[in-house]
C-alpha cells in the first residue's frame, strides 16, 4: 500500500511563512533542538492528518510566542515584553499565537503529502502532557530555527515531524 | 458596497479587514461572522455583496455555509481566504460556487487580483 508521508518544510518556506503573515522582517538561523521545559516554557501546537494521527508539531519558545502574536495583531512591542516577564501570554497574545500556528498548518500542506490541520495548542505557563512533550524532544525530521522578527525581538521554534 | 468576513479567528478578521483596506478597497462596510452559521444568518439579513469566507471554523465551516447558501438560491459572490490552499480544495471550492481562494498567508496585491473583478467590475 503506498503510504503517504509527511512534510518536512525548508527554512526558506518558514521564513517566508513569518515574513507574510507576521508582516515584519524575519531573519532566521540554525539553533540547537528548542526542550521546552518548565523553565523554557514553549507554546506547543500539536497538527494530525485526516485521521486525528499526530504527525508533527511545531514548539515556539515563550520570547517567540510572545513576537509573533504580537506582530500578528499589532500589538505593539511592549505588550510583548510584558508577556516576556510575565512568562504568560494574556488572552489577546494566546489567540493571536494560534492563529499563526493554524495557518503554519500549510507549511507541512505540499500536494502529495499528509494532508494535516492544527488540533491543538497547548500554552505557555498550561502544563504539557507528556505525550506532546515527547513529541516535542523527538529528534530526527525536524527544523530548530532561532527567529529573529523585526521590530520586536530574537526566539526560537521547533519544527518537528513524529509520522 | 457590503462585504461579509467571516472567520473563527478574530485576529484574522482584523487582518482581512486591514489587507483590504491596503489593496485600495477602503470605505465599504463590512460585516463580521464567527463562524459558518451566523454568516450565514448575516447573509440573509445584511444582504452583503461579497462574503470573504475560512473554510475551517467552529458550528459551520466554509465549504457547508457556501453549501447552505447556494442551495438556499442565494448567488451572493462568495469567496476562500483559508490556510487550505491544496488543489484539492480549491477544486471543491470551485465545484461548490466559490469565485477564488485567497491562501493565508496573504498580500494586499493578491486581494487585489481576485477581488478587482468582482468588486470594480
Known amino acids: 500500500m503506498y503510504v503517504q508521508t509527511s512534510y518536512l518544510p525548508q527554512v526558506k518556506e518558514i521564513r517566508d511563512l513569518l515574513t507574510d503573515l507576521l508582516d515584519r522582517d524575519i531573519q532566521v538561523s540554525p539553533t540547537p533542538p528548542l526542550a521546552p521545559t518548565p523553565n523554557n516554557p514553549c507554546t506547543v501546537a500539536v497538527y494530525v492528518d485526516d485521521t486525528l494521527q499526530v504527525t508533527s508539531v511545531i514548539a515556539f519558545d515563550l520570547p517567540l510566542s510572545a513576537y509573533a502574536g504580537a506582530a500578528i495583531g499589532l500589538v505593539p512591542a511592549a505588550g510583548a515584553e510584558t508577556a516576556i516577564e510575565e512568562r504568560v501570554l494574556n488572552q489577546t497574545l494566546q489567540e493571536n499565537v494560534y492563529e499563526v500556528l493554524n495557518i503554519a498548518a500549510s507549511l507541512f500542506n505540499h500536494d502529495g503529502a499528509t494532508h494535516v490541520r492544527l488540533y491543538d495548542a497547548h500554552h505557555v505557563g498550561a502544563p504539557l502532557p507528556g505525550d506532546v512533550m515527547a513529541r516535542a524532544l523527538t529528534l530526527g525530521r525536524r527544523e530548530d530555527l532561532a527567529v529573529e522578527v523585526g521590530g520586536y525581538g530574537a526566539g526560537r521554534l521547533s519544527v518537528v515531524l513524529v509520522a | ?121
Not at chain 2, 5 to 13: E, G, I, K, P, Q
Not at chain 2, 58 to 84: H, Q, W, Y
Open chain 2, 1 to 121: 458596497m457590503k462585504i461579509l468576513v467571516a472567520d473563527d479567528s478574530r485576529v484574522m478578521r482584523q487582518i482581512v479587514i486591514r489587507t483590504l483596506r491596503q489593496a485600495g478597497y477602503a470605505g465599504h462596510d463590512v460585516v463580521e461572522a464567527e463562524n459558518g452559521k451566523e454568516a450565514l444568518d448575516l447573509v440573509r439579513s445584511e444582504a452583503p455583496d461579497l462574503v470573504l469566507s475560512d473554510w475551517n471554523m467552529p458550528e459551520m465551516t466554509g465549504i457547508d455555509l457556501l453549501d447552505a447558501l447556494r442551495s438556499s438560491g442565494s448567488t451572493v459572490p462568495f469567496g476562500f481566504v483559508t490556510s487550505e490552499g491544496s488543489a484539492d480544495m480549491r477544486a471543491r471550492a470551485s465545484a461548490g460556487g466559490a469565485l477564488f481562494l485567497i491562501a493565508k498567508p496573504f498580500t494586499p496585491e493578491a486581494f487585489d487580483e481576485v477581488l478587482a473583478p468582482v468588486l470594480k467590475g
